[in-house]
């Protein structure tokens, strides 16, 4: 018997138990109810439960980077001006450390600016520097962590600060050269080098290989 017949002897004998009032009847309806309920309920195809869709990844933001900008300063605060409109000051995203400033604007007539400065040329204050968004441009200001003057904005090394790297002496690698040299050369070779390295350790030439050329 199919499942379709199965189901209209179902509906039947519910409507017959609906009608009977003997309590014998009933009975007799009730048992085969539940005989055909059970031979119907295998042949009923479950229903699939529903499956979680998967949320998809948010799109990775991508970023014009603002590099061209200029700045004044005080004695206590530097203010750096990004000539940019339309941009919207709910929408602005602040990232300032002691040594760095990144500054994101999302939105602006679709697109999404970035001005950053990864190492400064000195330390700021972090919790007093902040972004305010005029018509035409903003304004980010920058506490110094102590007065004086900025001669940039980025850090550069210090070119005078004497080295102490004893690789790096350039007299040092001329003294090797000359080792070398006086250990491949012929004797006369090795008195002209051995006189020019005694006068180059004792001061009397600046150039050490003055007597080699």
């Known amino acids: 018997m199919s499942a379709d017949e199965l189901r209209l002897d179902l509906e039947e004998l519910r409507r017959l ?3 009977a009032t003997r309590p014998r009847v009933l009975s007799l309806l009730a048992n085969e109810i539940r005989s055909v309920d059970a031979k119907l309920a295998p042949r009923i195809a479950p229903v699939p439960a529903p499956q979680a869709v998967a949320a998809a990844a948010p799109a990775a933001v991508s970023y014009v980077t603002l590099g061209s900008f200029s700045w004044d300063q005080d004695n206590e605060k530097i203010r750096v001006y990004v000539f940019l409109e339309n941009v919207d000051q709910e929408k602005v995203e602040t990232i300032f450390k002691p040594m760095s400033v ?3 604007f999302h939105d602006v007539k679709g697109k999404n600016y970035r001005c950053a400065i990864p190492k400064l040329n000195k330390k700021i204050v972090p919790e007093k520097c902040k972004v305010v968004v005029k018509p035409t441009k903003i304004v980010i200001t920058l506490w110094k962590d102590s007065t004086g003057t900025w001669f940039d904005l980025h850090y550069k090394e210090d070119k005078f600060k004497p080295s102490t790297d004893k690789d790096k002496d350039p007299m040092s690698g001329i003294m090797d050269l000359m080792k070398d040299m006086y250990a ?6 090795k008195r002209t080098i051995a006189q020019a390295m005694i006068d180059a350790r004792s001061g009397k ?3 050490p290989m003055r ?3």
């Open 211 to 213: 007597g080699l050329r």
């Open 205 to 207: 030439t600046a150039d």
């Open 184 to 189: 491949e050369g012929d004797d006369n070779m």
């Open 17 to 19: 138990e609906g009608l």
């Open 102 to 104: 990144d500054i994101k």
